[in-house]
Nanobody, 119 residues
Framework: QVQLVESGGGLVQAGGSLRLSCAASGSFSSINNMGWYRQAPGKQRDLVALISSSGTTNYADSVKGRFTISRDNAKNTVYLQMNSLKPEDTADYYC?????????????WGQGTQVTVSS
């Protein structure tokens, strides 16, 4: 069984910073893309940032220059450093990863972690 477990969410004032972590565990042989998505109340889940196994990154325009995605392949962990947070960044943040499990590539989600930015 494969799990993605997020941590690091919380309440922060506008202009502050948070660092989210997501660790993959279970029976898988390797990880391809890893990413972060977010979903605000009443809105759809949107991509925030994506990182490939080789380290290539992509960001939503709304977070470029403020958020940084990184990964530690030895720890099967992806991070999201969020700086200069704005109230509009308030959402549930979800980790997502493509993992090779029993020779099949599957897409997996974490349970989500809440980020609240106060003005």
């Amino acid at each position: 069984q494969v799990q993605l477990v997020e941590s690091g969410g919380g309440l922060v004032q506008a202009g502050g910073s948070l660092r989210l972590s997501c660790a993959a565990s279970g029976s898988f042989s390797s990880i391809n893309n890893m990413g972060w998505y977010r979903q605000a109340p009443g809105k759809q889940r949107d991509l925030v940032a994506l990182i490939s196994s080789s380290g290539t990154t992509n960001y939503a325009d709304s977070v470029k220059g403020r958020f940084t995605i990184s990964r530690d392949n030895a720890k099967n962990t992806v991070y999201l450093q969020m700086n200069s947070l704005k109230p509009e960044d308030t959402a549930d943040y979800y980790c997502n990863a493509d993992l090779w499990v029993a020779s099949r590539l599957g897409n997996y989600w974490g349970q989500g972690t809440q980020v609240t930015v106060s003005s």
